[in-house]
Structure formats: structure tokens, C-alpha cells
């Protein structure tokens, strides 16, 4: 969680120094002293939460401060510290928006502890709401946001339906690119905890040394950097749902501690000794075999049968047939809309090359590919030649050079039959297609055995 700050303009240093320190007793707080307007408008760049005037500074007076301060950011609350002889002024800065004015007397510390308090609270409760709003609005149904109509990724839409009913853990594979956090936002929004965070991490992308802090948070000075007290991704998940993407790329110290954390259902922060209860749902998502990582001795055991739950393995986009069609027009309605375009169609060859193709990048690279192809085409068809396939790799399961449609099919149908140790039935169901098809080409002997 980020510091709450506050500035302090006051020219009487004694009296500054003395506000300081007492709102210093709270370590959530980042105070700031400014002697003068010049100074406070100078640094408003640090975005603070609060800031408390003095009416009467040797280079402005507290209205004309109080306007640049609101014409810079008006969300800042201004608090207005003045003698009896200004109260006139300061209540006439009420009506135009300044939080509160405060007497300068001997209780000046205690209001002005109180009154940002109430502020501090009010800004909490206001991004709470705006949050929530947010959510709600991002809020959908997976069936038409996950789009697709294959069997496999209909098999996809039946698991996140049992996910949705109950609090049980989720843990999503798939190679990269095929939507496993669009799934674990489908299951969140869909869920009863659609109300509360959905708090996001990838593991990946954090440095190892800093893991720890920002799944559990730590405390002020618990170590050099740490200027605050930061509240951990399963504090701020409380009463939602936390996904932890890459879960594969922890490492074994910190799958430690994820286990006890998972266990006892709570948390220490970094540098205290305090737990703090919390109450989340765990989704977790990779592109590794996480069951092959374990006898690799390189996920725990212990870990990997707390996380499992209910798995939901998504299908590359090369196993979902027709749905590269489908999801190609989404792509170019989408991409069209945003940009205000006329929507192009996909010429025939157009789609005959998008079915062809591979897709090691998954749904993610074919909306690079469409929305390229959406700015090179002529406005009204995408042709052949306005698809780009950039090719990262070369030990592609099966290759994407110019066959007919029919050899292509059997290249398919042969991958999957090694895959599947030449079970039809389940080939069948992955490609979408009769079991027919497979055996006549198994009599024909145009699809190898093993």
C-alpha cells in the first residue's frame, strides 16, 4: 500500500516541526514541511493526500494558495490552520472546497490528527467504490468473452462453470498466449466474491529477491528500502480471489513459505512478528507441467497438492479448428471499432492461410497477426498476402509450408495420433472431427502408426 501524504505550509518552523512529529506517530503517514506557497506548489509533483495551509505565509495568502492547489489536482483535501481573526476568510474557503479550518490553539494537533483521519478514510472508501465499479464493469460472461465454439474450448466453459459455484483453489495450464488470466477474471467476476479485489502477480516477473514482500508485505525499515509499511497481494486479496500466474517459477525457499501461508491462512509481514488472517481464493496458472516439474525436483510435492483443486488445462489454438475463424473476427470487428475503421472481410485464401498456420504464440499472437493485417489491407478485404506469420521458432509440432488443405489434415491428424498414442476417439474429440475420417485414413495408410 502506498504512504499516505501529507504537506504541512507553515512558516513557524517550532510549529511545523511539532505537527510533524505528532502525525509522524503514525508510520502509514509521509510527512512533508514547506515554509512557503512557492515551495508546497513546486513539489505538488508527489502527489500528496493532504495538505495543510497556514493562512498567513510571507509569500501568499491561504485563498490564493488554496486555488492553485485545486486548479493543480482538485482532488487534494486542503486543510485551512488559522487565527480567530481569519475565520471569516477560512469559512468562506469551506464553501469553495477546502475540507476544514482549524483554530491555531492548543488542541490544533489533536483536530488536525482527527480531521485527517476522516480524510484518509473517505479517499480508502472512495477507491474502494471506484474499484468496484471498475470490476463490475469488466464483469462478464465467459461464454462471450472467451470466444470460441469448439469442443475443446466448450470443455474449457463447463469447468469454469463448477469453478464458479464453489471456493474450491483453481489451477489453470496452457501454453503461452492461450487466455489462462481471462479465465481467472471469468471465474472471479462470476463468482460469489465478484465484489471484493481480484489481485494479479506474475511470479516471472518479479525479482526473487522481492517475492516475498509483495506476496506478504513488510514492514517499515524491515529492511533497506523500506520507507513504509507495504501491504502484501494476500492482504489486498482478502475476501476475493488472488492469481498467482507462473506459479512454476517459484522458487523452492519461497514454495516454502507459500505452503505455510496456504496452510495456516495467514500472513507475516516481512520484519514483524504478527500474523494477520486473510480470506482469499487461490487460482493458479502456468505453461509447465507442473506434475513433470515435481518429479524434476523442482516444485514440492506438498505444494503442488495444496494449489491443484479443480484444473482447468486450456487447449492451444491449433487444436480449436474453426474458432481461428471465429476469433479472427472478433479480432477485426474489435480492432476495426477501436480505430474507427471500415471492418474488412477475411478474403478466402486469407483464411485458408490463417488455418494453416501453427500458432506457437497461441490466441495472443493471432490478434497481433489480424490487427496488422487489419492496417495493411485495403480497407475492405484482408487478402493472403496482408498476413505476416513472424516466426519465432523451428521445432514446431507440424510445419506450416504451402500444402493443400487435405495434406495439411493428414499432417494434423498424424501429429495428434503419435500424441495420443493412436487413440481415435480421443483425437477425434480434440480436432473436432468423425472417427471416420481418422480410420479411413489409417486403412489408407496416408496417416503414419507407430
Known amino acids: 500500500m502506498n504512504s499516505f501524504?501529507?504537506?504541512?505550509?507553515?512558516?513557524?518552523?517550532?510549529?511545523?516541526?511539532?505537527l510533524k512529529y505528532h502525525l509522524s506517530l503514525n508510520e502509514d503517514y509521509e510527512v512533508h514541511i514547506f515554509t512557503n506557497a512557492k515551495a508546497c506548489l513546486s513539489n505538488l509533483h508527489l502527489k500528496p493526500n493532504v495538505i495543510s495551509i497556514d493562512y498567513n505565509l510571507p509569500d501568499a495568502k491561504g485563498d490564493?494558495?488554496?486555488?492553485?492547489?485545486?486548479?493543480?489536482?482538485?482532488?487534494?483535501?486542503?486543510?485551512?490552520?488559522?487565527?480567530?481573526?481569519?475565520?471569516?476568510?477560512?469559512?468562506?474557503?469551506?464553501?469553495?472546497?477546502?475540507?476544514?479550518?482549524?483554530?491555531?490553539?492548543?488542541?490544533?494537533?489533536?483536530?488536525?490528527?482527527?480531521?485527517?483521519?476522516?480524510?484518509?478514510?473517505?479517499?480508502?472508501?472512495?477507491?474502494e467504490v471506484a474499484n468496484l465499479k471498475e470490476q463490475l464493469v469488466t464483469k462478464f460472461d465467459y461464454d462471450r468473452t472467451i470466444i470460441g465454439q469448439s469442443?475443446?474450448?466448450?470443455?474449457?466453459?463447463?469447468?469454469?462453470?463448477?469453478?464458479?459455484?464453489?471456493?474450491?483453489?483453481?489451477?489453470?495450464?496452457?501454453?503461452?498466449?492461450?487466455?489462462?488470466?481471462?479465465?481467472?477474471?471469468?471465474?472471479?467476476?462470476?463468482?460469489?466474491?465478484?465484489?471484493?479485489?481480484?489481485?494479479?502477480?506474475?511470479?516471472a516477473a518479479i525479482p526473487r529477491e522481492l517475492i516475498e514482500s509483495e506476496l506478504f508485505g513488510h514492514e517499515k525499515g524491515s529492511f533497506?528500502?523500506?520507507h513504509?509499511?507495504?501491504?502484501?497481494?494476500?492482504?489486498?486479496?482478502?475476501?476475493?480471489?488472488?492469481f498467482l500466474d507462473e506459479i512454476a517459477?517459484?522458487?523452492?525457499?519461497?514454495?516454502?513459505?507459500?505452503?505455510?501461508?496456504?496452510?495456516?491462512?495467514?500472513?507475516i509481514r516481512v520484519g514483524s512478528n504478527q500474523s494477520i488472517k486473510f480470506n482469499a481464493r487461490l487460482i493458479t496458472a502456468t505453461n509447465k507441467d507442473l506434475a513433470q516439474e515435481v518429479k524434476n525436483e523442482n516444485f514440492r510435492k506438498d505444494l503442488f497438492y495444496r494449489i491443484i483443486g479443480l484444473p482447468i488445462e486450456l487447449p492451444p489454438l491449433r487444436e480449436?479448428?474453426?474458432?481461428?475463424?471465429?476469433?479472427?473476427?472478433?479480432?477485426?470487428?474489435?480492432?476495426?471499432?477501436?480505430?474507427?475503421?471500415?471492418?474488412?472481410?477475411?478474403?478466402?485464401?486469407?483464411?485458408?492461410k490463417l488455418m494453416k498456420y501453427n500458432y506457437p504464440g497461441n490466441v495472443r499472437e493471432l490478434k497481433s497477426f489480424i490487427d496488422l493485417a487489419c492496417v495493411m489491407c485495403n480497407g475492405k478485404e484482408i487478402l493472403e498476402e496482408d498476413i505476416t506469420f513472424?516466426?519465432?521458432?523451428?521445432?514446431?509440432?507440424?510445419?506450416?509450408?504451402?500444402?493443400?488443405?487435405?495434406?495439411?489434415?493428414?499432417?494434423?491428424?498424424?501429429?495428434?495420433?503419435?500424441?495420443?498414442?493412436?487413440n481415435v476417439m480421443k483425437v477425434a474429440d480434440k480436432l473436432d472431427i468423425g472417427k471416420s475420417t481418422i480410420y479411413n485414413l489409417m486403412k489408407s495408410n496416408k496417416v503414419e502408426q507407430e
Open 64 to 127: 490564493e494558495l488554496f486555488e492553485k492547489i485545486k486548479a493543480h489536482d482538485s482532488s487534494i483535501a486542503v486543510l485551512v490552520i488559522s487565527g480567530q481573526e481569519e475565520i471569516n476568510v477560512a469559512l468562506n474557503l469551506l464553501k469553495k472546497g477546502a475540507y476544514d479550518y482549524i483554530l491555531k490553539d492548543d488542541n490544533t494537533k489533536e483536530i488536525l490528527w482527527n480531521s485527517i483521519l476522516r480524510i484518509r478514510e473517505n479517499t480508502s472508501l472512495k477507491k
Open 5 to 18: 501524504k501529507i504537506f504541512i505550509v507553515e512558516d513557524d518552523p517550532w510549529y511545523s516541526e511539532m
Open 320 to 352: 480449436r479448428g474453426n474458432d481461428i475463424l471465429v476469433l479472427s473476427k472478433y479480432f477485426i470487428d474489435s480492432f476495426s471499432n477501436d480505430n474507427k475503421m471500415e471492418i474488412p472481410t477475411l478474403s478466402s485464401n486469407a483464411k485458408e
Open 151 to 203: 469442443s475443446a474450448i466448450k470443455k474449457s466453459f463447463s469447468l469454469i462453470e463448477s469453478a464458479v459455484k464453489t471456493n474450491i483453489n483453481v489451477s489453470i495450464t496452457g501454453e503461452t498466449g492461450t487466455g489462462k488470466e481471462l479465465v481467472a477474471r471469468a471465474i472471479h467476476f462470476n463468482s460469489d466474491r465478484r465484489k471484493k479485489p481480484f489481485v494479479a502477480i506474475n511470479m
Open 249 to 267: 517459477e517459484l522458487d523452492i525457499n519461497m514454495q516454502v513459505k507459500l505452503l505455510r501461508v496456504l496452510q495456516e491462512r495467514e500472513v
Open 390 to 422: 513472424n516466426v519465432l521458432t523451428q521445432d514446431e509440432p507440424f510445419t506450416a509450408m504451402e500444402k493443400t488443405l487435405k495434406e495439411y489434415n493428414t499432417e494434423i491428424i498424424t501429429y495428434f495420433l503419435k500424441k495420443y498414442d493412436n
Open 224 to 226: 533497506t528500502g523500506a
Open 228 to 242: 513504509t509499511r507495504k501491504i502484501g497481494k494476500f492482504e489486498e486479496a482478502d475476501g476475493g480471489s488472488i
